[in-house]
C-alpha cells in the first residue's frame, strides 16, 4: 500500500512529497482511501469537516475502536508521517481478519484532514473542527499561500464549508482512539527496540510575528535612511535559540513571508512563524512573552501537554509487547503533535504506537522506516486492537 502511494504529490526533483489539504494530490489520496476501505466490505463516510471513516460494524449502536491516522504532508515531508498510519490501519485489520477474529465492537479506521496545516497554518484542523476546539468561523477566513481561503477552496472542491464545527454524533462513535506513527526522533534508535508506546505530547503552539518596516530601493537608499524589517527578523531568529537553550526547550522560526520580496529592494513588511514546544507549558509560555516584547504577535494555534490514560497507554503497552521477538514496548513521550492529542484533550479515550525511524529525521525525505519494522507496527496494532476490541 505504501507503494500505491508513493508517487502521489512527490516533488521529482527532491524525492520529498507536497500534500496540501484539498490538493488534487489530496483528492488523490482520498480516493485511494475510499477503494482500500471498499475493498475490504467497509462502511466508508465523510464527516462535515473532511474526515475519513470506515467502519467494520455500526458504530450508531455502540462506540468503536478507531485507528489511523493522516495523509496530507508538510511541504517536501517524508514518505511515512501519517500514510503509516493509515496503511497499517487496514494491514491490521487484514491480519485480524487471517486470524478469524470477530470485533464484540466496531472497529474503524480514520484519516484526519490537514493534520500538518501546511496550507492554512493551523495544525490538526480537522480534528480541531470535530471536537470543537477551533471556531468553524475563524477556520473558513484562514487563508493559504496564494490568498484563497478555507472556504472557498472547500466550495470548489464541492463540500458545504457553512457545515463545517463541532460534530458530537459523529465524535460519539470513538470509544477509544489509537494511532500508529513514525517516530520523529531518535528514542526508539537508542533503546534498540521496533515499537514503542506514548505517554505524553509536549504542549507546543504557533505564533505569527508581523515585522513592519518602509519598503525601499535596495541600491539607493541610504543605510541610515533604511527601516528594514528584515534586521528585526534576524535578531529574533537568534533570540529564540538563545532563549530556548535557557529555557530547556527548542523554538524554530521555520516559515517566512517576505513583502515585496524583491531581490533589489529593502522589505516592507516581513512575517514569521514561531513553532515553540517543551516538556512544560510554563517554560514555552514564558518564552514566547519574553520574544513578543516590541514585536507585533498573534497566536494561531495552542495545545496543552496531553498525558495519555496511564491505565490505557499500559494495557495498549502490555498488548504490543505480545508480539512475538518484540521485547518490552518502551514508553516515551514526544514533542510533536498528533491527533491523537486532540481527541484525548476532548476527553476521548486515546493511546499511541510509534514505529522506529532509523534516521532520526523527521518532516524531510529523509524520513524512514525499515519494513521489518512496519511489520512489527501492524502486528503490535493488531494485538492492540484485538484486546480493545473484546
Not at 531518535?186 to 521496533?194: I, N, W
Request: aromatic share 6%; proline share 6%.
Amino acid at each position: 500500500m505504501l507503494e500505491d502511494l508513493a508517487h502521489i504529490g512527490r516533488d521529482p526533483a527532491t524525492g520529498g512529497y507536497l500534500r496540501d489539504s484539498w490538493s488534487a494530490a489530496d483528492m488523490e489520496l482520498r480516493e485511494w482511501f475510499w477503494g482500500e476501505a471498499r475493498r475490504r466490505g467497509l462502511d466508508v463516510r465523510e464527516d462535515r469537516n473532511g474526515n475519513l471513516w470506515a467502519w467494520w460494524g455500526d458504530p450508531s449502536r455502540r462506540p468503536g475502536v478507531v485507528t489511523g491516522s493522516h495523509l496530507d504532508s508538510v511541504r517536501q515531508g517524508g514518505a511515512f508521517d501519517g500514510p503509516l498510519g493509515v496503511v497499517s490501519a487496514f494491514a491490521a485489520l487484514d491480519v485480524l481478519r487471517e486470524r478469524g477474529f470477530e470485533p464484540s465492537a466496531p472497529l474503524g479506521v480514520a484519516c484526519f484532514t490537514d493534520e500538518e496545516g501546511a496550507r492554512f497554518g493551523v495544525p490538526c484542523l480537522g480534528s480541531r473542527l470535530l471536537t470543537g476546539v477551533l471556531d468553524p468561523a475563524r477556520a473558513l477566513a484562514l487563508t493559504d499561500d496564494a490568498g484563497e481561503s478555507l472556504a472557498e477552496v472547500l466550495r470548489r472542491r464541492g463540500r458545504t464549508p457553512e457545515g463545517l464545527g463541532a460534530d458530537p454524533a459523529t465524535l460519539a462513535h470513538v470509544g477509544s482512539y489509537v494511532e500508529l506513527h513514525v517516530e520523529q526522533g531518535r528514542g526508539l534508535v537508542d533503546l534498540d527496540a521496533p515499537v514503542g508506546v506514548a505517554s505524553a505530547i509536549w504542549p507546543h503552539g504557533r505564533w505569527r510575528f508581523d515585522f513592519h518596516g518602509q519598503a525601499n530601493h535596495a541600491g539607493t537608499t541610504r543605510l541610515e535612511d533604511r527601516d528594514d524589517p528584515m534586521l528585526a527578523y534576524a535578531a529574533k531568529v537568534l533570540a529564540a535559540r538563545e532563549a530556548a537553550v535557557r529555557h530547556g526547550i527548542v523554538a524554530t522560526f521555520g516559515k517566512v513571508r517576505v513583502s515585496p520580496n524583491n531581490a533589489n529592494a529593502v522589505p516592507g513588511l516581513v512575517s514569521a512563524w514561531l513553532d515553540a514546544r517543551g516538556a512544560g507549558e510554563e517554560a514555552v509560555r514564558a518564552l514566547v512573552a519574553e520574544l513578543a516584547e516590541g514585536a507585533d504577535v498573534r497566536e494561531e494555534s495552542w495545545t496543552p501537554i496531553v498525558e495519555f490514560e496511564p491505565l490505557l497507554r499500559d494495557r495498549i503497552a502490555e498488548a504490543a509487547a505480545q508480539t512475538p521477538g518484540s521485547g518490552a514496548v518502551p514508553v516515551l513521550a514526544t514533542g510533536a503533535g498528533h491527533d491523537a492529542g486532540i481527541l484525548a484533550g476532548a476527553g476521548v479515550p486515546s493511546a499511541m504506537l510509534f514505529v522506529r525511524n532509523p534516521t532520526g529525521i523527521s518532516h524531510s525525505p529523509a524520513e524512514h522506516a525499515e519494513a521489518d519494522d512496519c511489520a512489527a507496527g501492524v502486528r503490535a496494532l493488531a494485538n492492540v486492537l484485538e484486546e480493545l476490541c473484546r
